[in-house]
């Protein structure tokens, strides 16, 4: 059952995937030998099927310990469809409830057991689970036992005893937190010297990286999310206040945006995640209370209209972004008074190491911000890795290579304002000033009559701002402590003007950085809008998030492949056994009615779905289902042969008829004679229908009927074209 093909065979009967991933294979092997593993992965890794699967493969129960209710929920409902017994226990659950699962638990039924770490300080919980053998101990979100991580949780700390109450099973330990003092603390903590550690890299390939200066209204940001309608979107804002009334604004403008905070009641706070999560709402505006519980892997834009106060905090946020693996975007607005905002709670830090400590987090997030070069390259080197390339073609700066240009001209312009206006006003003024804005305040203090302005006039309102802000961060400019927030210009600022030195700055970025559209989609669009209704509406009846049903990845493979039938269905990434059994019949049906309708053909190389060579040879024409016909084309055939029509057929087994007539197709592929006459129209309408398939050809049906006129349906020109295919119709070449 250990072997390399056994494994193979599980991963892709069960989890419905063709291959492993990253270092997947070497954990899975490494716990089935019994040993202990650290396993550090960035968000979207693919950590979850580290434990999953060999909680298959060993038997018995696997215990695993998360940290968030929402999060069991999701991966256990997960894991029951893909026909895998899991449960969880936490809470929200009633003794009764309770008492279900820990006998299903006792009869040996259960694989995988879900709890929440507090649970274990429950002593009837633990008498519980010392009268169990334990084949597996899974612990998610490992970084919450170190006081080092950001998200400490006290109870974490009992899984040392967990741990030393079963000193045989094997442990395996799972973060997407790099640092590597908060991973040597999780080694100790949880005494896994043993174990062995696998590290990833903690690339995140399919994000991309955005900077832009932050304006003083939202209308950029507005921009961006409206380029991005329907798509899954995360805004994370300063402020509790700041979420409501940009939630609002959004909604103003017919974007459906919601807020999410921890001031919310908890009742508003779940129904706002919720809608998220299973599609109903595309926007979510938080701070950055939201998004631990969650796991939705079709995130496709993470937006910062604050700045974070790590580099760590920021590279989990936008983590949440693109899980699945698919083209993503993180833009992050950046402004200086933002980051003097951070600096005013972390003035008050009384601790002094740890306000140095803020400080110097902060410090190295601001850099991110400002970096002339590569972003990718500088989040990475902040986790320890190196990286080789020097352009990662996918951030702001790589994809603009924008470098810096020569800042000393407006540079000179800008502290000369400052100075002539008496270092008495704030950045928006002094871009009042030299844009030569006509404002009442700047007539009124008379600054029209001043030799500086409207000097620079040419340079864009959003691009002097974040000039300002760069003059602030190289030191030339400094912010008055106080009421209101004035600049003056420093020291060096004066030295620079009397000195006449040059400087050179990071090009200001362009306002739309952040909205370059993924490469252009290589499957069909339209019908991946189709199956995403499909899924929704499985989603809904089943009372489950829509990705868990099927991921975005395997949407847009179905949207490529064009599978025709179950064993195609099978070859779709992300299609187990168990979901294929439950899902084909209405995937299939909607992939063919709209493949059918539209002319629309596998595109080249969607593997792996792959054609049988019988069928490639008639050049030109689209393949025919490969797969024989099942079980279900029987019970299809057999009520045929009882005299049923084909919508009593449909009635009688709550199919539609269009998977009634795909199974008499796949039937009449196999070469099953079938008596149809009895389904088919009179013998003018017939005749009809055959004249338009030898003109038009009976590979597609969308000519034929545009060829007939209105009046004749899909299935009946799919039932005549089986009828007339085996009474001898040649299709026209
Ligand atoms: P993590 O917990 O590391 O954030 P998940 O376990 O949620 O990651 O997996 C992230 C995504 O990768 C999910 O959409 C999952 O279905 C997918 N995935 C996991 N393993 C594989 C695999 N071997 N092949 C393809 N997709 C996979
Ligand atoms: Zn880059």
């Known amino acids: ?394 951030c702001d700066v790589c994809l603009e290579s924008r470098g810096s240009f020569d800042a000393t001209e407006v540079t000179q312009k800008i502290l000369s304002a400052v100075i002539r206006t008496g270092e008495r006003f704030g950045v928006h003024h002094i871009i009042q000033v030299l844009t030569g804005s006509r404002d009442k305040r700047v007539l009124g203090l008379g600054h029209d009559r001043l030799s500086v302005y409207g000097i620079a006039k040419d340079a864009g309102r959003a691009q002097l701002r974040e000039i300002i802000g760069q003059l602030q961060f190289v030191g030339l400019l400094k912010r008055a402590e106080g009421e209101f927030p004035t600049l003056l210009v420093s020291d060096a600022g004066r030295a620079f003007l009397q000195e006449r030195r040059t400087l050179k700055l990071p090009r200001p970025q362009s306002p739309n950085a952040g909205s370059r559209r993924s490469a252009t989609a290589d499957y069909d669009e339209g019908l991946f809008e189709e199956l995403r209704a499909v899924r929704r509406r499985l989603a809904g009846d089943r009372n489950v998030p829509a990705y868990v049903v099927f991921g975005d990845a395997s949407l847009r493979h179905m949207a490529a492949a064009i599978p025709r039938c179950v064993a195609d269905f099978l070859d779709i990434h992300g299609v187990g056994s168990t979901k294929a059994e439950q899902y084909s019949d209405a995937f299939l049906e909607a992939i063919q009615r709209y493949a059918t309708e539209n002319g629309v053909q596998p595109r080249k190389g969607a593997s792996p779905v792959q054609r049988d060579s019988a069928d490639q040879s008639e050049a030109g024409r689209p393949s025919e289902p490969r797969c024989l016909p099942g079980a279900t084309c029987d019970e299809t055939m057999r009520l045929m042969l009882q005299g049923l029509s084909v919508s009593e057929i449909a009635a009688h087994r709550r199919l539609s008829e269009t998977t009634v007539i795909g199974h008499l197709e796949r039937l009449a592929n196999a070469g099953t004679a079938l008596e149809l006459e009895r389904l088919l129209p009179d013998a003018e309408r017939l005749s009809r229908m055959e004249e338009a398939f030898e003109a038009c050809g009976s590979a597609y049906l969308r000519p034929v009927r545009e060829y007939l006129g209105e009046g004749f349906t899909y299935e009946e020109l799919r039932l005549a074209r089986i009828h007339l295919r085996q009474s001898g119709l040649k299709d026209s070449p």
């Open 1 to 394: 059952m250990r072997d390399s093909n056994s494994l193979h065979a599980v991963l892709k009967s069960r989890f419905g995937y063709d291959s492993f991933l990253g270092h997947q294979e070497e954990i899975v092997g490494n716990v089935l030998a019994g040993g202990d593993s650290l396993v550090l992965m960035p968000t979207g890794g693919g950590k979850s099927l580290c434990f999953q699967l060999p909680a298959l493969v060993l038997g018995g129960l696997t215990l695993v310990i998360s940290p968030l209710i929402s999060l069991m929920k999701d991966q256990v409902d997960a894991l029951n469809l893909n026909g895998i017994d899991a449960r969880y226990i936490n809470g929200t659950m009633s003794d009764l409830e309770v008492e279900r699962v820990r006998s299903q638990v006792l009869a040996g039924r259960i694989r995988l057991l879900y709890v929440a770490p507090e649970r274990l300080a429950h002593p009837e919980f633990r008498r519980f689970l010392s009268a169990l053998d334990l084949s597996l101990i899974a612990i998610d979100e490992a970084h919450c036992i170190s006081e080092w991580g950001h998200e400490f949780r006290p109870d974490y700390r009992n899984l040392r005893q967990l741990r030393d109450h079963f000193p045989s099973t094997p442990v395996i330990a799972l973060t997407a937190t790099a640092t590597e003092r908060v991973r040597r603390d999780v080694i100790v903590q949880l005494g896994l010297q043993e174990g062995r550690l696998f590290l990833s890299s903690f690339d995140r390939p399919n994000l991309t990286y955005t900077v832009q200066a932050k304006d003083r209204d939202w209308t950029q940001l507005t921009r961006l999310l409206e380029e991005r309608r329907g798509q899954s979107s995360i805004v994370y804002c300063f402020s509790r206040q700041e979420t409501e009334d940009l939630a609002r604004f959004l909604n103003d403008r017919g974007l459906q945006a919601r807020p999410y905070h921890a001031g919310l009641d908890a009742e508003t706070r779940r129904r706002n995640q919720e809608d998220f999560i299973r599609d109903r709402l595309s926007v979510i505006v938080a701070t950055i209370a939201f998004g631990m519980g969650i796991d939705k892997p079709d995130v496709r834009l993470v937006v910062h209209y604050g700045l974070p106060r790590s580099v760590e905090g920021y590279y989990q946020e936008t983590g949440r972004a693109g899980r699945d693996g698919l083209p993503s975007d993180c833009v992050l607005f950046f402004s200086y008074a933002d980051k003097a905002r951070q600096e005013y709670f972390i003035n008050r830090i009384e601790d002094a190491s740890e306000q140095r400590n803020a400080r110097e987090k902060l410090d190295r997030m601001v850099e991110f911000a400002q970096l002339p070069t590569c972003r990718r390259r500088f989040m990475l080197e902040y986790f320890g890795e190196q990286r080789l390339e020097a352009n990662c073609g996918s």
